[in-house]
C-alpha cells in the first residue's frame, strides 16, 4: 500500500506581536511536533478540542500553509520546499476539498462548478469527466439545477463532485455535515463511505465523535500533539 501522507515533526508557530512598542512578540505553538502518516484507501477523523490545531493542520494538510519545521509528502512529492506555484498546482491536482459551507458558485449549474477545477487546471472543459462524477454522486438528473434548486444534501454531493473531479490523492473535508440536518448527513457520510470503498483516501475534520465512528481511523489532537491514533470498528451505512 503506498502512502499518500507523510507528515514528520510538523510544527506551525504562530508570531504575534504583542503590541506596537519593541515588546517581546508572543510565539502561538499551533502545532509543536506531528506526525502523521496516512495510506491509499484509509478513512481517516482528525478529531480534538476547539484550539488543539485542527485547522493548522488541515491548512497544511491541504497546501494552504506551510509548516514552521517538519518534513510533509504528499503523494511521494515533497512539499514544504515548494514554491507558490508548485504549491498551487500540487493543491489543485492532488487535494479534493470538501467545506463545512459547500462553496458552490451559485450563478452556474451544478455541471459548470463540477467543471470548475478542470478550467483551473488549464484544460479543455471536460463535460464527460464531470458527467461522470456527478453520476458517481447520484445527482445525473441534477446537472443542470442551480444550487438554490437543489436541497442542502444534494449541493453537499456537487461539491464532492467537485473534489472529485482532477482524480485527487485525498479528498480533504471540513466539517462537511455541519451545515445539514440528521438525515442528510447520513447521506453524505453513506457517500464518503462509497468513494471509500472504491479506494478513495479520505481526512475529515469533525467535533463530532458519532460521526468519527463512520470512519476507520481516528486522531486526535490535544495542545498541538496528536495524543492517539486509533483504527476503528467502521459503522456501515
Ligand atoms: P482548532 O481548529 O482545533 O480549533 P486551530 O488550528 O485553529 O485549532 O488553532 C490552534 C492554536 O493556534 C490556537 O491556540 C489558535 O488560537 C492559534 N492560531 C490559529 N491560527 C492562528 C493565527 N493565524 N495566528 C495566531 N494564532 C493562531
Known amino acids: 500500500m503506498s502512502a499518500v501522507i507523510e507528515m514528520r515533526a510538523i510544527k506551525r508557530e504562530y508570531c504575534m506581536d504583542s503590541n506596537k512598542k519593541k515588546t517581546a512578540s508572543v510565539i502561538v505553538r499551533a502545532l509543536r511536533g506531528v506526525d502523521f502518516f496516512a495510506n491509499e484507501g484509509e478513512f481517516v477523523s482528525v478529531m480534538g ?28 512529492e515533497e512539499t514544504s520546499k515548494s514554491d507558490s506555484n508548485t504549491f498551487a498546482y500540487i493543491r489543485n491536482r492532488k487535494i479534493g476539498f470538501i467545506f463545512q459551507s459547500f462553496n458552490l458558485l451559485s450563478r452556474t449549474t451544478a455541471l459548470e462548478n463540477v467543471e470548475l477545477p478542470l478550467f483551473y487546471r488549464r484544460e479543455k472543459f471536460n463535460k464527460e469527466r464531470a458527467k461522470e462524477v456527478l453520476d458517481e454522486v447520484g445527482l445525473s438528473q441534477r446537472m443542470d439545477h442551480y444550487p438554490s434548486q437543489l436541497s442542502g444534501g444534494q449541493q453537499q454531493r456537487v461539491a464532492i463532485a467537485r473534489a472529485m473531479v482532477n482524480d485527487p490523492a485525498f479528498l480533504l473535508a471540513d466539517e462537511p455535515t455541519g451545515n445539514l440536518d440528521s438525515e442528510m448527513t447520513l447521506e453524505i457520510m453513506a457517500l464518503f463511505q462509497q468513494l471509500n470503498d472504491k479506494g478513495k483516501t479520505v481526512i ?34
Do not use: W
Not at 216 to 237: H, M, N, P
Open 49 to 76: 478540542p476547539s484550539g488543539s490545531g485542527k485547522s493548522t493542520l488541515m491548512n497544511i494538510l491541504g497546501c494552504l500553509d506551510k509548516p514552521t519545521s517538519g518534513t510533509y509528502f504528499l503523494d511521494g
Open 204 to 237: 475529515m475534520v469533525t467535533h463530532e465523535p458519532e460521526l468519527a465512528e463512520y470512519t476507520k481511523r481516528i486522531i486526535t489532537l490535544r495542545d498541538g500533539l496528536l495524543v492517539s491514533d486509533e483504527q476503528v470498528k467502521q459503522r456501515r451505512l
